[in-house]
Nanobody, 114 residues
Framework: QVQLVESGGGLVQPGGSLRLACSAS????????MGWYRQAPGNQREMVAS???????NYADSVKGRFTISRDNAKNTVYLQMVSLNAEDTAVYYC????????WGQGTQVTVSS
């Protein structure tokens, strides 16, 4: 059974940084495509970033140049480094194993506020 556990969320001031982590189990992690999504109150869930098995990254336009997705296959973990955070980044951030299958973590809250 695939399980994903996010961590690293919290309260940060505008302009600050956070690093989210998603620890995966139950799959051959190196063979998965992983993604980060977010959902703000009243909004639909949107993809933030994804990373393929070979490390190819894809980003939403709203986070390009500020967010970096990476993976450590030895640790079965995918990361989302976020810098220059602003209020519009406030959301619950979810990790997804996009392939194979579709599995989601429980989410971690990121709040950007002074």
């Amino acid at each position: 059974q695939v399980q994903l556990v996010e961590s690293g969320g919290g309260l940060v001031q505008p302009g600050g940084s956070l690093r989210l982590a998603c620890s995966a189990s139950g799959s051959i992690f190196s063979r998965t495509v992983m993604g980060w999504y977010r959902q703000a109150p009243g909004n639909q869930r949107e993809m933030v970033a994804s990373i393929t098995t070979s490390g190819v990254q894809n980003y939403a336009d709203s986070v390009k140049g500020r967010f970096t997705i990476s993976r450590d296959n030895a640790k079965n973990t995918v990361y989302l480094q976020m810098v220059s955070l602003n209020a519009e980044d406030t959301a619950v951030y979810y990790c997804e194993q996009m392939y194979p299958g579709s599995y989601w973590g429980q989410g971690t809250q990121v709040t950007v506020s002074s």
